[in-house]
């Protein structure tokens, strides 16, 4: 199968495109075929050797954790699994060796639920980490509930735009922060969209002059140090991009594998109340360039790997 590596830490110039064997499993896994694979920015963390400290990696290294794709083969102590089902996977181990960043691999049937029938497979391949990480923040560390008023930073973002719409879902009155370009996107979430510039306290004030209940930073760069002037008394704030330190009482949220969360999401995609928006794909063997686009910032919603056909 084909595949794309890394052999020592860097960029995305260690990428490279090469042929291995098929995986091997064991008795209590799956074999997916993988469709499509989403690009997430912790796959540049791991592997610039950022977090070397705190995770093995065994070189050569398949980066990558989410996918959506079809179950080949199961063994023979799976349950729930057969050949033929369409799954979506947050593919994560303890070690760095393995990945989605190719055509198959071998998982744990926890790792799977099935794929949203509503979305495409670059949609569904995207909705796994971010999805799960959108969820673990608006549900169950900010408690977002019908009537509150919600801030969401980097409403356009791979998290952030899945944030946003989860809010909407619980009955939240939404708000989010975007560049001037994001801001029709943003609005086509049922979000009410704000620039992020200098006056950002005064757009929010203005739609929101009680404060906020309740606020998302996914966008980083100073964005909860000016969330202070908008608070209400009680607001709860969370961050995924370790940035909770700007804001007394914030917390940090980091998406953790739950089958319940992760089924939740197929529910509310195929209830209608959510939907990826995929910016960009790619074919697997232009991973490098995917790389590159995401390592800029400037993307709307996912990137995502397909493993396109030969015609």
Do not use: C
């Not at 209590?28 to 690009?39: G, K, M, N, Q």
């Not at 939907?275 to 709307?300: I, K």
Request: no cysteine.
């Amino acid at each position: 199968m084909k595949a794309v590596q890394y052999q020592g830490f860097g960029g995305s110039e260690v990428l490279e495109v090469v042929d291995v064997p098929d995986p091997k499993m064991f008795s209590d896994l799956v074999l997916v075929r993988i469709e499509a694979a989403a690009l997430n920015p912790a796959d540049l963390g791991f592997q610039s050797g950022a977090v070397d400290s705190l995770v093995d990696s065994f070189f050569p290294v398949i980066p990558g954790w989410d996918m959506a794709g079809v179950i080949e083969r199961a063994g023979e102590a799976t349950v729930g699994f057969q050949p033929g089902d369409e799954v979506i996977g947050f593919v994560r181990s303890q070690t760095m060796h393995y990945g989605t960043y190719a055509e198959k691999i071998a998982a744990e049937p926890r790792q799977l639920v099935r794929k949203p029938r509503n979305l495409s497979w670059a949609q569904a391949a995207g909705l796994p980490l971010a999805g799960l990480t959108a969820y673990q923040a608006i549900v169950h560390s900010l408690e977002v509930a019908a009537g509150d008023t919600v801030l969401v930073h980097g409403a356009a973002g791979g998290v952030g735009h899945l944030a946003a719409q989860i809010a909407v879902a619980r009955g939240a009155r939404v708000i989010g922060t975007g560049s001037a370009a994001s801001q029709d996107f943003i609005a086509s979430l049922g979000v009410t969209p704000v620039r992020y510039d200098e006056d950002l306290v005064g757009h929010v004030r203005k739609i929101a002059p009680a404060g906020v209940d309740a606020v998302l930073d996914t966008a980083g760069r100073g964005s909860l140090t000016t969330t202070q002037k908008l608070a209400s008394l009680g607001v709860r704030v969370a961050s995924i991009t370790r940035s909770a330190a700007e804001y007394p009482g914030a917390v940090d949220v980091y998406a953790h594998l739950d089958g319940q969360d992760l089924t939740r999401l197929v529910e509310l995609a195929e209830e209608g109340k959510l939907t990826v928006h995929v910016g960009r794909t790619f074919p697997l063997e232009e991973a490098a360039q995917a790389q590159q686009l995401l390592a800029s910032g400037h993307v709307r919603g996912k990137l995502v790997l397909e493993n396109r056909k030969e015609i």
